[in-house]
Structures are given as C-alpha cells and as structure tokens.
C-alpha cells in the first residue's frame, strides 16, 4: 500500500477514535492528558485511559500485520537529545493547556481559537527546529 494511502487510513482512524471517544465518554481524545490523568492521583475512569495508551504502543503491531512491513521508527541515540526534548514538550503541554492531538485535531475540529493559536505555534516550532537540525 502506497505511503499516502496509509497516511490518509491513519488519519481517518485517528479522526474516528476522536469521535467514538467523545461520543462515548464525551472527553476530548488528547493525548498528554490521557496520559497524565493515568498518573497519581489516578483518575476514576483509568480503565479506558489505560487501553488507550496500549492500543498506541501495539497500534505499529497493527500496521506490520497490515502493511506486512514494520514501520520504521527513527529515534536519536543522544540520551542528552531526548531527555531535553521530553521535558521541552512537556512543559508545552502544560504551558499550552493540551498537546498536538487534543487541539490539532480536537480543538481544531470544534473551532476553538485557542486550538488554532496552539496548533499554530506548535507548526512554528516544528518548522524552527527542523530548521535549525539540518541547517545549523
């Protein structure tokens, strides 16, 4: 199956879990606070919290069973790297009120202005350090 086939199956799939969430449990299917609600002090409805974030670490198990290939998953070796990146994106979920999923693709989708100001910066700084990673 062609790349852009896929990109657009996993889009759709991402859409429709988006909406099944909210129709089921009427939260907003972001990610940093699915997660962070998993964390002490636990949640009370943890259960659906818990097999969200294992249908994300299986869902490339999915895709190998699909697309017959593993996708490839390229992460830095730098341990400096990725520690300085996880804490830069964590304090921008709590700086930003939510993540790329629950205002790209949530907030977006209800028209919230502080979603599109969120998702803006989040493409800004995408593109700055794409920018700076190959260039600098």
Same mark, same amino acid.
């Given at each position: 199956?062609?790349?852009?086939? &896929?990109?657009? @199956? *996993?889009?759709?799939?991402?859409?429709?879990? +988006?909406? #099944?969430?909210?129709?089921?449990?009427?939260? !907003?299917?972001?990610?940093?606070?699915?997660?962070?609600?998993?964390?002490?002090?636990?949640?009370?409805?943890?259960?659906?919290?818990? &097999?969200?974030? @294992? *249908?994300?670490?299986?869902?490339?198990?999915? +895709?190998? #069973?699909?697309?017959?290939?593993?996708?490839? !998953?390229?992460?830095?070796?730098?341990?400096?790297?990725?520690?300085?990146?996880?804490?830069?994106?964590?304090?921008?979920?709590?700086?930003?009120?939510?993540?790329?999923?629950?205002?790209?693709?949530?907030?977006?989708?209800?028209?919230?202005?502080?979603?599109?100001?969120?998702?803006?910066?989040?493409?800004?700084?995408?593109?700055?350090?794409?920018?700076?990673?190959?260039?600098?």
């Amino acid at each position: 199956m062609h790349d852009y086939l &896929l990109a657009l @199956l *996993g889009g759709a799939m991402i859409g429709f879990a +988006a909406v #099944l969430l909210m129709a089921a449990h009427g939260n !907003i299917m972001g990610v940093s606070g699915i997660v962070n609600r998993l964390l002490p002090p636990i949640a009370v409805d943890w259960q659906w919290r818990a &097999l969200f974030v @294992l *249908g994300t670490v299986l869902s490339p198990v999915v +895709a190998m #069973l699909i697309s017959g290939q593993f996708p490839e !998953i390229t992460i830095t070796k730098n341990p400096a790297v990725l520690l300085i990146g996880g804490l830069i994106v964590g304090v921008g979920t709590v700086t930003g009120n939510g993540c790329t999923s629950g205002h790209g693709v949530c907030g977006l989708s209800r028209h919230s202005t502080r979603s599109l100001v969120a998702t803006i910066v989040f493409m800004l700084s995408a593109i700055a350090t794409v920018y700076v990673v190959r260039h600098l």
